[in-house]
């Protein structure tokens, strides 16, 4: 199963060198792809100077992650897509290659599966955006392409899809995923970057409404429960939240 590796990035040239070191190295991934939207600090030509077997193309101005992503889309030649977010830190390559194969081998059963950020803070798992806004996740390239039929700003497109999915009754599963992001205030300071968080959410609950998010909270996904063997097989066994 071949799998496009999708990097969308604004202005990262600081953040995105320990993604790509990663990435770049797990055999399962036959295309990364980055989509510039519009960075100003030269993150493109960075990229193509330190991983020349990276595609980037580029946005000739900063329109949104959404639109960064269906832009994208166009230049995948995979029926499968890795959403990976630029700005992660202490991406561990085995867990990685993990959740890969665990895609690979229950594609049948698992229509997403989505890397959850055990590392997240307690408030972040409190409303569960550990799962629910992870930027990392596995699907049909054709599935996303649907999930982006409808108009989606910035930060909208997780729970876009995470709608598309409920419904169109897709099986949707997550796996324990270590790293973490950066957060807003760690790249705007804590002035602009909690208000930033703060329009962030404003725009995600105006767009799929209150009712629809507290559906997502309740009863999105549950945990794919596997267990990686020296011979890289997996057992299946029941799902629990």
């Given amino acids: 199963m071949d799998i496009t590796c999708l990097i969308p990035f604004y202005n990262e040239r600081e953040r995105i060198a320990p993604v790509l070191e990663v990435l770049t190295t797990i055999n399962q991934i036959a295309q990364v792809l980055c989509i510039d939207d519009g960075s100003m600090d030269g993150t493109s030509d960075f990229i193509q100077q330190h991983w020349p077997d990276v595609e980037v193309v580029r946005l000739p101005q900063n329109a949104g992650k959404a639109a960064a992503v269906k832009y994208g889309l166009k230049h995948v030649r995979s029926k499968h897509v890795l959403l990976m977010d630029a700005d992660l830190q202490d991406i561990n390559k085995a867990e990685l290659e993990a959740a890969i194969e665990a895609y690979i081998l229950h594609a049948d059963a698992v229509n997403m599966l989505i890397l959850r950020r055990i590392n997240a803070p307690w408030f972040v798992k409190w409303y569960r955006s550990d799962i629910l806004l992870s930027g990392e996740r596995l699907l049909r390239k054709q599935d996303l ?39 807003k205030v760690d790249k705007l300071g804590v002035i602009d970057g909690s208000l930033q968080e703060f329009r962030m959410y404003v725009d995600i609950v105006s767009y799929v409404g209150f009712s629809h998010m507290m559906l997502q909270l309740a009863s999105f996904t549950r945990k794919l429960r596997h267990e990686r063997q020296q011979t890289t097989s997996y057992t299946y066994s029941d799902l629990q939240v």
Avoid at 161 to 181: D, E, F, G, Q, T
């Fill in 145 to 183: 392409e649907r999930a982006l039929y409808e108009p989606i700003k910035c930060y909208q497109l997780e729970v876009a899809i995470n709608r598309y999915m409920l419904r169109h009754r897709k099986v949707v599963r997550w796996i324990p995923w270590s790293a973490i992001n950066t957060y």
